[in-house]
């Protein structure tokens, strides 16, 4: 029998997202380089100078790797790594029923982030009547209706950071 000395942290309360993130932000804090390996997309918002995001993928069979950093996150996705709950915002994710705004798919959503940052801007420049390029007509009305939705979802999509752990 190996002992590996892998902690077991488990708070109440508490997804094991934000158990991660929060010991990815101590890492980062105490100046440690940290890995993530994961399967979950949602753990790129976390990536940063001291945070690798390692998310394997198969196929055909074979199991790859991809180590995302801040650089290769801008390069492989046009956005910073915390502007991925802002995508999450708009898109939503089935997988952790989070809603998004009906209708509002990745392209969309990586469209809307790239051009104008985040779902404050876009907001703040929907209610001051400004014409955004490409939102027009149902996506306007869409965008405009779910206001609510696309807030909360971006919330829920966040990895909390300050789970209370003892280290």
């Known amino acids: 029998f190996y002992d ?18 929060t010991i990815a932000s101590y890492g980062e804090e105490n100046n440690m380089e940290v890995l993530l390996l994961t399967g979950d997309r949602d753990y790129l918002q976390l ?10 993928t198969t196929k055909q069979g074979n199991t790859e790797t991809t180590d995302y950093t801040p650089e290769i996150i801008k ?9 991925f709950i802002q995508i999450k915002g708009l898109m939503g994710d089935t997988s952790d029923n989070i809603p998004g705004v009906p209708g509002v798919g990745e392209k969309t959503a990586f469209s809307l982030i790239t051009k104008y940052n985040n779902l404050d801007d876009i907001y703040a420049a929907l209610e ?8 027009k007509g149902k ?6 209706t779910n206001k609510e939705l696309a807030f909360m979802s971006r919330d829920l999509g966040t990895i909390f950071r300050k789970v209370p752990l003892e280290f």
């Open 4 to 21: 590996f000395k892998v902690e077991d942290f488990e708070i109440e309360g508490y997804e094991a997202d934000d158990i991660l993130g």
């Open 47 to 56: 990536a940063s100078d001291k945070v690798t995001v390692r998310i394997p």
């Open 75 to 83: 390069e492989k996705f046009g956005i910073e790594p915390k502007q």
């Open 128 to 135: 001051a009547g400004q014409e955004l390029e490409g939102v």
């Open 139 to 144: 996506l306007k009305e869409k965008l405009e």
